[in-house]
């Protein structure tokens, strides 16, 4: 029996929830109706818990020579690695539990049993203000009770006012169906509920070393085989953007309205840095761009995740249904925006193995086709199809190095072919597509079109130097016209988020005087670095 919460508690306490999550995150999954019926809250807590215990595992011996306790150095890195990788609506709320227990424990010498219950209570506080619009029969009912159990208990016995909010955390749990409407009618309890009674029947067995799982309450009827639907207007926004954000507080409340403005289960945490902190965003929308460049005006965004809530299944980590599906990799809010209007499935760049998996897993497809759009990301993506084959999932992976081909490899989807015919006709519509990329020169550099400095502008042909200009729309025109004596019939633009307004008309009217026969596309690509990516077909 432990009568307080160290900083190695604090450490057990966070391996041992994350394997409890694990143990249970099929099930939490199949509860999964509300916010978005979209199956993913087990897998989102259990990534969201991952990424604390990364944290506490690289940082927990780094203890600064002043201010904060061992426990509440401990409490802290584990709550900063949870915002840092939230997932979903659940992993971001989750976070800010986390925070809030966090900087009320941290205030204290020891943390015993009142010192536990005001830690809840700062918890459930924080949880409810990162809610723009809070609903009760969620996870912030859930967390209420346990901190309210918590404070009527008024003891310092550790061990036991843990035990009475776990407890009372199970008991409000089993209410949520008579909350919900939608988990009435689905006959479960709320998800991510589920998840942090699972958490605090980690602490519970942490603290007095016996088991203190408990089971979910059993659900009155069986679910239906439909998914359910939405329980508020979330039905009216099509697509779950999601990213971390560097901004100050004051450019963060105007993100707040903006993105308000724009949709519905708007999240936006941060990890408490004056004057310029991190912060974790979550919303659900119809116009992707307009979100991802709300968060471009406050600051700097990254991480940047999108899902099209029409391609989840009902239990995205069980066997894969029938169909089809494409997974993307994209940089940059306006492709992602394209993607997305195209059905794929968006991750954002450079994505590890285990990323590129959960989402070809989240389609819930029986076959998926990855386009990389990147030479490095295509290995990660052959990593991620060998892994999927032991979930029954066929994956191909089509070798785009540029969105601009990927484009053009979604626009000869047919799902009458056969997939493998269907992969063939992608690779091959991929291949047909040329692409280049402009940017600005760094540093000094010999190219094989000649020396180049700083400042200069630079044209990728297929990732080689062919021109070096000092204008910008000027040598975006040159590559064009090049690029074009090859031949071609449509040329597609795509903006960065530093190109300067007008370059896009600039060009397509300069395709217009001297290519006349040739369609042009230009859209808002958002992509960092290169102002300017063209495709040519």
């Known amino acids: 029996m432990l009568d307080t919460l160290d900083a190695a508690a604090v450490r057990r306490w966070c391996a041992s929830g994350l394997a409890a999550l694990k143990r249970h995150q099929g099930e939490i999954d199949q509860l999964n109706v509300y916010p978005v019926p979209d199956g993913d809250t087990g897998t989102n807590l259990v990534l969201t818990l991952t990424s604390a215990q990364q944290a506490l595992a690289m940082n927990l011996d780094t203890l600064p020579d002043s201010g904060p306790t061992a426990h509440g150095h401990a409490l802290r890195l584990m709550a900063q690695g949870a915002l840092l990788g939230a997932r979903g609506n659940s992993g971001v709320i989750l976070s800010q539990i986390l925070r809030g227990f966090a900087d009320q424990a941290a205030e204290v010498p020891a943390v015993r049993g009142r010192g536990l219950a005001a830690a809840l209570r700062s918890g459930t506080t924080a949880a409810y203000t990162a809610v723009s619009r809070p609903v009760e029969g969620t996870v912030l009912t859930v967390v209420a009770s346990a901190a309210a159990a918590a404070e009527g208990a008024d003891s310092d016995d550790l061990p036991a006012v843990a035990g009475v909010a776990a ?110 902190g991190t912060w974790n965003v979550h919303v659900h929308v119809n116009d992707v761009g307009a979100a991802v460049e709300a968060g471009v005006a406050a600051g700097r965004p990254y991480r940047i995740s999108v899902t099209r809530f029409a391609d989840q299944s009902e239990s995205p980590s069980g066997p894969a249904v029938a169909g089809r599906a494409a997974v993307v990799v994209a940089t940059g809010g306006g492709i992602a925006d394209l993607f997305a209007a195209e059905g794929a499935t968006v991750v954002p760049g450079n994505p590890s193995t285990g990323e590129l998996l959960d989402a070809v897993r989240s389609t819930g497809a029986a076959r998926v086709v990855v386009l990389p759009n990147d030479a490095n990301t295509e290995a990660v993506a052959s ?128 395709v ?20 300017l990516l063209v495709g040519i077909e």
């Open 512 to 531: 217009a005087r001297r290519w006349p026969f040739v369609e042009v596309h230009a859209y808002p690509g958002g992509q960092p670095f290169y102002p």
């Open 383 to 510: 990593a991620a199809a060998r892994e999927a084959h032991r979930y029954g999932i066929k994956v191909s992976v089509v070798p785009t190095r540029s969105p601009v081909q990927a484009l053009a490899a979604l626009a000869v989807r047919d799902g009458d072919r056969r997939f493998e015919d269907d992969v063939i006709a992608m690779a091959e519509a991929a291949g047909a597509c040329r692409y280049a990329e402009v940017c600005h020169a760094s540093r000094e550099a010999l190219t094989v079109a000649g020396p180049c400095r700083p400042g200069d502008v630079l044209a990728l042909v297929e990732g080689e130097v062919h021109l070096i200009g000092t204008d910008l729309t000027d040598t975006c025109a040159a590559v064009v016209d090049r690029m074009l004596g090859g031949g071609g019939e449509m040329v597609t633009l795509l903006a960065g988020v530093d190109a300067p307004a007008g370059l896009t008309d600039a060009v397509r009217a300069h």
């Open 167 to 276: 407890r009372a955390a199970a008991e409000a749990l089993a209410r949520t169906p008579e909350q919900l409407p939608a988990l009435a009618r689905a006959g479960v309890v709320d998800a991510g509920g589920r998840g942090l009674c699972v958490l605090l029947d980690a602490l519970v067995e942490v603290l007095t070393g016996e088991n203190a799982a408990r089971p979910a309450p059993t659900p009155r009827s069986a679910r239906p085989a439909a998914t359910v639907a939405r329980e508020t207007g979330s039905d009216e926004y099509a697509y779950e953007v999601q990213f971390l954000l560097d901004a100050r507080a004051e450019a963060v409340a105007g993100l707040r309205r903006a993105l308000d403005a724009l949709g519905d289960s708007l999240v936006v945490v941060g990890d408490g840095r004056e004057p310029e």
